[in-house]
């Protein structure tokens, strides 16, 4: 599967529970919307994936990629019910960079 750049650095940085290179991957304005709330900004994103990751543990396997939609879904596995599970990666990238992200069921 032939993924951008930034989407291989962010599944790599979630794989590696590295919340630091995940919140890399987005601009400085970014936005992120996961189960109900909104994270906007590098550093708030880099508070919500280190606190999802140390709670869930999560790690994700690309399983398709829509380069016109840019929807990315991947199999998600970890400490959480129902794992594992496919969730949708809504994504907007703008610069090589990830501008939003609204993650899916």
Do not use: R
Request: include cysteine.
């Amino acid at each position: 599967m032939n993924l951008p750049k930034v989407i291989t650095d962010l599944v790599e940085a979630q794989n590696n529970f590295d919340s630091l290179a995940y919140a890399e991957c987005f601009s400085e304005t970014a936005v992120v919307f996961d189960e109900g709330k909104t994270h906007t900004g590098k550093k708030e994103i880099q508070e919500w994936i280190k606190e999802a990751n140390e709670k869930y543990q999560s790690i994700m396997a690309p399983v398709a990629y829509s380069e016109t939609e840019e929807i990315l879904k991947a199999e998600v596995s970890g400490n959480f019910p129902g794992s594992p599970i496919v969730l949708s990666y809504h994504l907007k990238l703008e610069d090589g960079l990830i501008q939003s992200l609204n993650i899916t069921g």
